[in-house]
């Protein structure tokens, strides 16, 4: 019946057993009696076997599913202040288009975010893109945005229509903390300008953050697109200005799996869209 099933003859089945008999050092079947039981090491072995069998298979039909996109975890990190404006829009159109893949997101600035993924913590990043790679990323680019002055709409700047740094020295700053591109660029400029900030307010969200400046609390540094629609809040081109690069990045040398692919794929077709939402206009 095992030659039948397997489309050999019968003596090579025999054959194999032998062979897989000496390589264990004990016999499989009971050959002194007629109808050949399994020993007490053979039937061991049968389960063992059986259980190995039923490995292999799920083994192969977890790999077809995740080479077919029908399951699949990705690990996300998405600074607050490029999240809200860029995930919603993102996060539906990919579950729509792939809704057995998972995406965990962690909210963390572009700087932890660029860490983890060096230490592969994370498989990708959507973050503002480092001015000099170091060679430990693949980036791919996905948009430009200018860093802007932000005021309340009350603010003696909020009409202006660009500020030199040196007319803040008076300001009382909210920043966002170290883990975030933005602080450490704000800050930069403030070494070149001489200025000692008086920073009023750290904080890592980016909904308090607009909360105090349209308050009058103090001034900040936002995107463009996590301003505009903003009420009570004015954007301010700062003279000269700030840009940054947005885009994808994941670690250089890692095998990337069909899942992460696919958000990649997504992700640089759909940005330009999603800024035009009116979540971000």
């Known amino acids: ?35 050949s039981p399994l020993t007490d090491e ?3 072995f049968y389960l063992r076997a059986c259980n190995l069998l039923n490995e292999l298979r799920d083994t192969m ?11 699949g975890t990705i690990n ?6 490029i999240g809200s404006c860029l995930f919603p829009y993102l996060f539906t159109s990919f579950q729509t288009r ?38 430990t990323l693949e980036t791919f680019f996905l948009t430009r945005q200018e860093i802007l002055l932000a005021v309340a709409k009350s603010h003696r700047l909020a009409s202006a229509s660009a500020v030199p ?29 001489g200025i000692e900030p008086e920073i009023v307010f750290n904080s890592s969200q980016i ?3 607009k909360s105090l400046v349209s308050h009058g609390v103090g001034i900040s540094f936002l995107m463009q697109m996590a301003l505009e629609g903003q009420p009570g809040i004015a954007g301010i081109s700062l003279n000269p200005p700030i840009h940054v690069n ?14 992460a692919k696919a958000f990649i794929n997504l992700v640089s077709a759909q940005t330009e869209e999603a800024l035009t939402l009116k979540n971000c206009r």
């Open 61 to 71: 039909t977890e790999m077809n599913e995740l080479r077919n996109l029908a399951r």
């Open 207 to 209: 909904e308090t953050v």
């Open 1 to 35: 019946k095992a030659a039948e099933k397997q489309y050999v003859s019968q003596p090579c089945i025999t054959h194999s057993i032998r062979k897989l008999e000496e390589e264990l050092g004990f016999e499989l079947f009971d050959r002194s009696q007629k109808k």
């Open 165 to 193: 740094f040196a007319d803040l020295r008076q300001e009382k700053f909210i920043l966002f903390k170290s883990n975030f591109f933005q602080r450490h660029a704000i800050l930069q400029r403030c070494q070149d300008e």
């Open 98 to 135: 792939y809704p057995h893949l998972t995406l965990n997101v962690c909210e963390e600035g572009s700087y932890s975010a660029h860490r983890m993924i060096e230490q592969e913590e994370l498989d990708l990043g959507i973050i503002i893109l480092p001015q000099h790679n170091p060679g």
């Open 246 to 259: 947005i885009g994808l990045a994941w670690k250089k040398g890692r095998q990337l799996s069909p899942s």
């Open 42 to 44: 053979g039937r061991r």
């Open 76 to 81: 996300l990190a998405i600074p607050p202040m």
